[in-house]
């Protein structure tokens, strides 16, 4: 087994008051970001989603096995394909199989089966986590912690996304097969998500909601 090499770590300490300031101004800039349904066909430029999604695989991971693929469509045959795969899945979803508590909860959003923003919207990322790795020497290994990383990695992309001045809705159709078949992707590369991005409609709206307050979801030991 090799030995990892270190190196002095890359660190800026604040002032405490720059720090606050830093903090607040984050919290306030991530207040602003907003799940969208209605975009905008308006194009984004490559080089924007390609440096939201170096920011991505920043992200911290199982033995920096970096353990998810990212497929990035922005071909109108292939979003639509993915549109007609997606809206079977939520026909059933909606109509048969979803219990009719979730089927509660979604109801003030108005959501349904129909899927437009899948043709419209300039980008569509597939989010994939794979189950093994191929290591430099030629070695398959398993990798650990996926779903944690993925969602990490997906984490880091959305607020990129936001920052970069884009806005994304996380699409989630179940199940998500369609994904592998439609985008050639291996067995061993599972599903996670599908992000959809690029600028708002200009007659988008969204639903009035609120955050819980910090003493309901946290707790100080």
């Known amino acids: ?17 720059e720090m606050q ?37 920043t992200a911290p991971n199982g033995a920096n096995l970096q353990p998810w693929q990212f497929v990035v469509v922005s071909d109108p045959h292939v979003k639509h394909e993915i549109r007609v795969a997606a809206e079977e899945e939520e026909e059933e979803f909606y109509h048969r199989r979803a219990p009719q508590e979730w089927l509660d909860a979604l109801a003030s959003l108005g959501t349904d089966e129909h899927k437009d923003f899948l043709d419209v919207a300039p980008y569509l990322i597939a989010i994939f986590g794979k189950t093994h790795s191929t290591l ?16 990490i990695a997906t984490g880091f992309l959305i607020t990129a996304l936001h920052h970069a001045g884009l806005v994304s809705l996380t699409h989630t159709p179940s199940p998500m097969g369609f994904l592998n078949v439609i985008l050639n992707r291996p067995s061993d590369e599972k599903p996670f998500l599908l992000l959809v991005t690029g600028f708002p409609a200009e007659e988008a709206q969204v639903p009035v909601i609120t955050k819980k307050p910090l003493d309901e979801i946290v707790t100080f030991v």
């Open 21 to 57: 300031e830093r903090a607040t101004s984050f919290r306030e800039e991530m207040q602003r970001r907003r799940t969208v349904r209605h975009f905008s066909d308006k194009p984004v430029s490559r080089e924007i989603i390609e440096e939201c999604l170096i920011t991505a695989g």
């Open 136 to 151: 430099p020497d030629g070695r398959r290994v398993k990798n650990y912690y996926v779903n944690e990383s993925v969602g």
């Open 1 to 17: 087994m090799s030995t990892a090499t270190f190196q002095p770590l890359q660190f800026t300490e604040y002032p405490n008051e």
